[in-house]
C-alpha cells in the first residue's frame, strides 16, 4: 500500500479535521491547503473531504490504518443525547451526505441489482430517491459511503456492468436525511449511554417478551434501553429485567418492567412443539434449545424418561412425540400445571405422566416403583436432571434405590445430569462432584458435553453415564440425606395422566 510521509504536524491536523463538525471541515480543508502547498499533500486533502463525504476507504491510502474502534461511521450522534434517560426520538434525527449514481429509469432495476452489495442498506431508508434535476428520466441511487468513496471504490464486476448499461461513473452527492427510525439499537445506546461503558442491546427473546440481564451502570437507563429494545424489534411487546438471582426452589426470577405491556402470558415454538406459559413464574431458557434436540435426539420409540426436573416440558413433549414413554415431574406447582397443559396443547398426554414431586421423592417414589420391571425389558431407561445449580446433588438419591440386584447389568439407565462450574478444568470439577454425591468414581464411565458459557468463568455442563449398579443396588439400606435441598418439600405424591 502507498504510505506517505506525512509530517506529524499533517497528521495532527488530520485527526483534528476528523473531529471536527462538517462545515467546519471543508473550511479547515482549504486553510490546510495553504500552508501543505506541495501538490501531494493538496490531493491528499482531497482524500480526506471525500472521506467526510464518501466514507472510510480514502484514510488507509493516507497511511491511517482503520479499525472498528476508530473507523468513522455513516450515523455521528448529536452530543446532546449523551446521558439522556427518558427517549426523545426527535433529538437523534441528523442529515448526512451520502454518495449517489444518477441512472436511467429504464435500467434502474438492473443496476440496483449489479450493485446489491454497494448500496445504502438503512432501515426505513429507500436505496433510489428523485433526481435533483427532478427528471422523469433518471433516479439517484444511494450508495453506502463505507463501500464506495469513488469510481475506483466499483469492483470489476460493478464498474462493467454500469459501462453496459451506459451509466457513468460519476458520483453525486445527495443530503439524506437520518432519523431515529432509521438507527439501530446499537447506535442509539451507543450515543445515549457514557463513553467507555459497555452496551448492551442483547436479550432472550421469549414470544413477545425481551428478557434482559442489565448491567449497574445501565440501569439508570433502563427505561430508555427497554424503549428502544422495543421500537427496534418487531413482535416485542413487553421489556424486562432480570431482578435477582434465579430462585433455587422454583427456579424462577423476579422481574422488571422495562417498557410495554405487562403481560406474562406467552407462547413460543422450539423445536417443532408448541409451550405456553407464565414467564414471570416458571422457568425457561430460550438458548438451550439446542441441548433440548441434543439429548431427545438419543431416545428411541419405546423407551422410557424420567424427567426428574421437567419444568414445562422442553425435553418432556418432545420426548413423547418422538414414541418415549415420559414421567415427567416438577416441584414449582407453576411449572406442573403449564407442563399438563403443554402435554395436551402438543397432544401427547396419553404418553406422559406427570408429578409434582421434589426431585429427591420423585427418584424415592415413581421411579423407584417403576425400575425393576423397566430394568428386566429390554428397552432403555434415561434419567433426565435439568437442574444445574443442584441437580449433582441429587444423585445421592440413587444409592441403594434398589436392594435386589438382578443378574444381568446391561440396561442400567442412562442418566443425563446438569451442573455448573466456575473451576478452570470444569469437566473434572462436575465429574468429581457426581462422584462424590454417588460415592463411587465415575472418571472411566462417564462423558462430559459442554452446553453454553452462562457467565464469565462459569460454564454449564452434561456429565453423562450408565447408573452403576453397585451404586443402584448398594447394600447400605439407609438413605442419604440431603446436604442442601430446595424448600419447600411438597409431601404428596400427585401422580396423573396429564389430561
Not at 17 to 36: D, E, G, N
Not at 137 to 153: C, I, K, Y
Not at 374 to 398: I, Q, S, W, Y
Not at 432 to 458: D, G, I, M
Request: with cysteine; charged share 25%; glycine share 4%.
Amino acid at each position: 500500500m502507498f504510505m506517505l510521509n506525512l509530517t506529524l504536524d499533517f497528521k495532527v491536523s488530520i485527526f483534528f479535521l476528523l473531529s471536527r463538525p462538517i462545515t467546519l471541515r471543508f473550511r479547515f480543508c482549504r486553510l490546510l491547503s495553504r500552508v501543505f502547498a506541495p501538490v501531494q499533500i493538496q490531493r491528499n486533502l482531497k482524500l480526506v473531504v471525500d472521506h467526510q463525504c464518501f466514507g472510510s476507504e480514502v484514510l488507509p491510502r493516507l497511511g491511517f490504518s482503520m479499525n472498528p474502534m476508530t473507523e468513522l461511521k455513516l450515523y455521528q450522534p448529536p452530543p446532546e443525547v449523551r446521558g439522556m434517560t427518558s427517549l426523545d426520538k426527535e433529538a437523534f434525527t441528523q442529515t448526512i451526505t451520502v454518495p449517489a449514481l444518477r441512472v436511467p429509469t429504464g435500467v434502474l432495476n438492473k443496476v440496483v441489482k449489479s450493485l446489491r452489495k454497494s448500496t445504502l442498506q438503512r432501515p426505513g431508508l429507500p436505496r433510489v430517491v428523485q433526481d435533483k434535476e427532478e427528471s422523469k428520466d433518471f433516479r439517484l441511487v444511494l450508495l453506502d459511503p463505507h463501500r464506495v468513496s469513488s469510481p475506483s471504490s466499483f469492483s470489476e464486476a460493478e464498474a462493467e456492468a454500469l459501462r453496459s448499461f451506459c451509466v457513468t461513473e460519476e458520483l453525486q452527492h445527495y443530503d439524506l436525511r437520518l432519523t431515529y427510525d432509521n438507527l439501530k439499537s446499537e447506535e442509539v445506546l451507543e450515543a445515549v449511554l457514557p463513553q467507555g461503558q459497555d452496551v448492551t442491546s442483547a436479550f432472550s427473546r421469549v414470544g413477545h417478551i425481551a428478557h434482559m440481564n442489565l448491567r449497574d451502570h445501565q440501569l439508570p437507563y433502563k427505561n430508555l434501553i427497554g424503549q428502544v429494545i422495543m421500537d427496534k424489534n418487531p413482535g416485542v411487546t413487553c421489556v424486562v429485567n432480570k431482578t435477582s438471582i434465579i430462585d433455587s426452589t422454583y427456579r424462577n426470577f423476579k422481574m422488571e418492567v422495562l417498557a410495554g405491556e405487562e403481560n406474562m402470558l406467552t407462547k413460543v415454538k422450539e423445536n417443532g412443539m408448541m409451550y405456553e406459559f407464565d414467564f414471570s413464574r416458571v422457568y425457561w431458557n430460550p438458548r438451550l434449545s439446542t441441548e433440548h434436540q441434543r439429548v431427545v435426539q438419543l431416545f428411541k420409540r419405546g423407551d422410557t424418561v424420567f424427567d426428574v426436573f421437567a419444568g414445562v416440558g422442553p425435553f418432556t413433549i418432545p420426548a413423547a412425540r418422538q414414541g418415549a414413554n415420559v414421567l415427567a415431574n416438577d416441584l414449582n406447582p407453576e411449572s406442573y400445571r403449564w407442563l399438563q397443559h403443554n402435554c395436551k396443547l402438543n397432544k401427547v398426554e396419553s404418553k406422559v405422566r406427570t408429578f409434582n414431586l421434589d426431585g429427591r421423592a420423585f427418584i424415592q417414589g415413581p421411579m423407584k416403583q417403576e425400575l425393576p420391571a423397566l430394568l428386566k425389558g429390554k428397552a432403555t431407561v434415561h434419567v433426565v436432571m435439568n437442574l444445574p445449580a443442584l441437580a449433582l446433588e441429587f444423585l445421592d438419591a440413587f444409592k441403594g434405590l434398589l436392594h435386589q440386584e438382578p443378574l444381568w447389568d446391561e440396561n442400567l439407565p442412562t442418566v443425563y445430569c446438569y451442573g455448573f462450574s466456575k473451576d478452570d478444568n470444569p469437566d473434572m470439577d462436575v465429574v468429581q462432584r457426581a462422584s462424590r454425591s454417588l460415592q463411587f468414581p465415575l472418571e472411566n464411565l462417564c462423558s462430559v458435553h459442554f452446553v453454553r458459557n452462562v457467565a464469565p468463568n462459569k460454564d454449564m455442563k452434561c456429565v453423562t453415564f450408565p447408573l452403576p449398579k453397585e451404586v443402584l443396588f448398594s447394600s447400605d439400606d439407609k438413605q442419604t440425606e440431603p446436604s442442601e435441598e430446595p424448600a419447600p418439600k411438597r409431601q404428596k405424591c400427585e401422580e396423573t395422566m396429564a389430561s
